[in-house]
């Protein structure tokens, strides 16, 4: 729709679209390189706009090899540092039980240049939520924060994903409100997409306590599913019935070769299961955390050795995985060639995140892992999983009380390193003209 988008001009990112959150979809968002705007930023774009669109055509980039090699020798000018970044969880840091941190907005403020040293830095947002799209959730957090973002700048635990829709056709998805996570995996690329839903709706005997309600009866799909062999299994969100999710989870992990109704002999036939994360609890409203997938996924281990007798093999992504930190470099390197052409990620990355076990463990271990070509720096922040008067599991290279606190320890810390390596250089220059004198 004309209303809705805003080509950019050539000296700022062609072909690059500006979409208010008033009326852009995520269909609109599929469709090409786009960014989220407020309403009150459609006229005048806001300080947040460089980093957003600049990290989305990074991820254009990475994602296109055709495009790879028209990125430009001579990068535009910016006012962007490309010495460190900023990487930020979402729950729990940035938004709780739905509602903003207070001290979130003022956080982006500071990124986008409002502070004293008068710079921009770039940033990304790594979540283990899962269930929406990458595009669904920028639209979502630039409704929150009121700032221009583009889901170039979201990695979701369930990203990784993608790249399993050539290797698999018939799969089963869970998780999620709706048909949202199967929305999510046709959007990958996934050919044949099961759902729970459709299972009970063949089979209303399937799982004995869970009824489909009108709109689930509406869209589940019908088939013989006891006649599909489903090739994989997987967790994109939060199951909104674990009754039911695990049985019939555990009914395919049982199966031979994935077809339900059957058994196999040494229970070594089923299909593969995948988790987008491996959160075992997750902020919210509530004022003690809540159980989350990594739950689910050790309860579905502890019943199938209990009726095998043997271990099940899963497969998690998301952080703490170190594949997810992989791609947060990638999409850094990407964004710094483009920006400042320098084939290299930012010297710094400062993830911020709330959960010990998943946000600070993967940092620090990526970071200390021969795979880091850059230094991960953790920070926790006290809004979220982590409990004050507690020691963490994993401990972080800073503790913080909120994201804004988290982003001005950073750019203090990096303003201080800027100064010591002026007056190093400042000083060998001297030295060196001392000896030519």
Known sequence: MASASQILSPSERPGLRRLSTLD??????????AVVVPPRHMMAPSEALEVAAAMEMAKFHIGDSSSRATTPSTPPESTVTDAYAY??????????????????????KMLNGQNEWGIKVPYIFVTNGGGKTEQERCLQLSKQLDIEVSPGQFICGHTPMREM???????????????????????????????????????????????????????????????????????????????????????LLMSKNGRLGTRSADFNEGPPIFFSHNDVVWSTSHELTRIGMGALRASLEAMFKAMT?????????????????????RLLQQWRKDTHGIDSPPDTVYFVG??????????????????SENNWFSILV??????????????????VDNVLEAVRLGMQRESIKAAKAKVLHAN????????EH
């Open 24 to 33: 852009a979809t995520r269909e609109d968002l599929a469709t090409g390189p």
């Open 87 to 108: 990487a930020f969880d979402i729950d729990g840091v940035l938004i709780r039980g739905g509602k903003v941190i207070p001290q979130a907005v003022e956080a982006m």
């Open 165 to 251: 829709a050539e290797k698999y056709k018939t799969v089963l998805v869970v998780g999620g409100e709706g048909e949202k996570c199967r929305l999510v995996a046709e959007g990958y690329g996934f050919k044949d997409v099961v759902t729970p839903g459709d299972i009970i709706k063949d089979n209303k005997e399937t799982t004995p306590f869970r009824k489909l309600t009108e709109e689930e009866l509406k869209n589940s799909r019908v088939r013989n599913y006891g006649e599909i062999e489903i090739e994989a299994i997987f967790v994109f969100a939060d199951s909104r019935d674990w009754a039911g999710d695990q049985q019939i989870i555990l009914d």
């Open 309 to 329: 007798g043997k271990e099940l093999k899963t497969t998690a992504y998301g952080k703490p995985q170190i594949g997810t930190f992989q791609f947060a470099t």
């Open 354 to 371: 709330d959960t010990p076990e998943s946000d600070i463990r993967g940092t620090n271990e990526f970071n200390d892992s021969r795979l």
């Open 382 to 399: 006290r809004t979220g999983v982590f409990e004050a008067g507690t020691t963490p599991k994993f401990e972080p290279k800073a503790t």
């Open 428 to 435: 060998a220059f001297d030295g060196m003209a001392i000896v």
